[in-house]
């Protein structure tokens, strides 16, 4: 084990983390691979915002890295590949070569194309809309506005790096267009539209993995991650209800 191998198997904890993994598998994971290669003592430290990790080799040598977590991206496919690629050094210990090269694999796979993901925001939007009792008119209206919305956290997740803002100014877009489009006659029941699209922004994930980290003893992980949860949905809230406040409701 030296110092480029635990980056390495710190690069992959890390991905692991943004795709979507609980604190509990990132710490295993690690643990696991990092015996692999015959390190006497690992220690592993994770939170929703960072990762330690201190191993100790069998010449007496302490080798420790930090990594911080600044963004998450959730992805299941990428993080069942990340799954499949600890299982194999696990099992086989692989050289660097081998990693680095398979981490760049992973790393560059795109899942959907972009004109798919604004197709599958509209879809859900939409569907959404018509299972709480909107019409179909106001499933189409509400799959317009997932588009938007789908385009609005493009633009400012690329200007913006705060999860707040960025979960305040998206609502507030696509609420005041929803609110313009029901009123130029384009759907009828603008709370309807607003459901549909609010679903596709919920922070589902995080809070069922802040309970499972919870659950599972991390307490001080899953607290913080059910905070974030928390946060963001707060901001969304806000981000509606301004739009609606400045257009002057429905």
């Not at 609005?152 to 790096?161: K, N, T, Y």
């Not at 929803?178 to 994930?205: K, S, V």
């Amino acid at each position: 084990m030296n110092q480029k191998m635990l980056a390495q198997l710190l690069d992959i904890g890390e991905r692991m983390l943004i795709s979507g993994a609980e604190v509990n598998r990132v710490e295993e994971t690690i643990s696991r691979m990092a015996k692999a290669y015959g390190v006497r003592r690992v220690d592993v430290f994770t939170i929703t915002s960072s990762i330690v990790v201190t191993v100790s080799t069998d010449e007496g040598n302490i080798l420790s890295q930090t990594r911080r977590i600044l963004a998450y991206e959730t992805n299941l496919d990428k993080l069942r590949q990340l799954n499949q690629l600890a299982r194999t050094i696990v099992g086989t210990s692989p050289d660097e070569e081998y990693i680095e090269k398979e981490l760049s694999v992973i790393q560059e796979t795109v899942p959907y194309a972009s004109w798919i993901k604004l197709l599958i925001y509209a879809l859900i939007a939409g569907s959404f809309c018509v299972f709480f009792g909107g019409t179909l008119e106001d499933g189409l209206a509400a799959a317009v506005v997932g588009i938007a919305l789908k385009l609005s956290i493009s633009f400012f997740g690329r200007v913006e790096r705060n999860t707040v803002i960025v979960h305040v100014l998206s609502p507030f877009l696509i609420g005041s267009l929803a609110i313009g489009l029901t009123r130029l006659g384009f759907g009828d029941q603008i709370e309807m539209i607003l459901i549909g699209n609010i679903m596709l922004l919920i922070p589902g994930l995080s809070l069922t993995n802040s309970i499972r980290d919870i659950i599972s003893g991390d307490t001080m992980a899953g607290i913080l991650r059910m905070s974030e949860a928390v946060l963001v949905s707060l901001s969304i809230a806000i981000g509606f209800g301004l739009s609606t406040l400045m257009w002057g409701g429905w």
